[in-house]
């Protein structure tokens, strides 16, 4: 047996539960902000685990925390804006990652995909989808999504989080 397999075994569960989180920091994401419109008001989160699941036809899908002030918002048939950010975008990443005072974001730029999407506005990209299935998966739901448009900057360096922090990719040497 190995030892990580002999290790595992013998740990209760929350400890498990901590070096599974201890682990994933160490896994640097892309960071975006899902938007939404609820009542008329820009809505959204910011979120590490968007993920492209099919190039055709194409498909992403996002997950939400029970925890989340968006939770309630999460159907089938919700048209959402997926911005995938800019390092200079830090600012915004860090506000949706809070709960919006009032409840939604009315003083922030936003620009619209032909399609009426939200996406932030200076995003490296914006993607337009229509929830199409949602799966319970522990304290989450994952939202699989399918896209209706996608556009993106010619050039720019992505926002990434890892470790507990958000980081912007430094050039290669000699590059």
């Keep these: 047996m190995s030892a990580l397999a002999t290790t595992r075994a013998r740990k209760p569960e929350n400890s498990l539960v901590d070096d599974f989180k201890a682990a994933f920091r160490r ?75 009032g409840g939604g974001y009315p003083d922030v730029e936003i620009s619209r995909l032909d399609d009426g999407a939200p996406v932030l506005s200076g995003a490296l990209a914006g993607v337009s989808g229509r929830v199409t299935r949602i799966a319970s998966a522990g304290e989450n739901i994952v939202l699989f999504c399918e896209v209706g448009m996608a556009r993106h900057a010619p050039d720019g360096t992505p926002l990434l989080y890892g470790d507990g922090s958000y980081l912007a990719p430094q050039p290669a040497a000699g590059v």
Excluded at 36 to 49: I, M, Q, R
Excluded at 51 to 77: D, H, K, Q
């Design 27 to 101: 896994l640097a994401s892309g960071v975006c902000v899902v938007t939404f419109e609820k009542s008329g008001e820009l809505h959204g989160f910011t979120a590490t685990s968007v993920t492209s699941i099919s190039a055709s036809p194409p498909m992403l899908l996002f997950c939400v925390s029970n925890r989340s002030s968006s939770f309630a918002s999460m159907a089938e048939g919700l048209e959402v804006g997926v911005s995938i950010l800019s390092a200079s975008q830090r600012p915004l990443a860090e506000r949706f990652a809070k709960r919006a005072d």
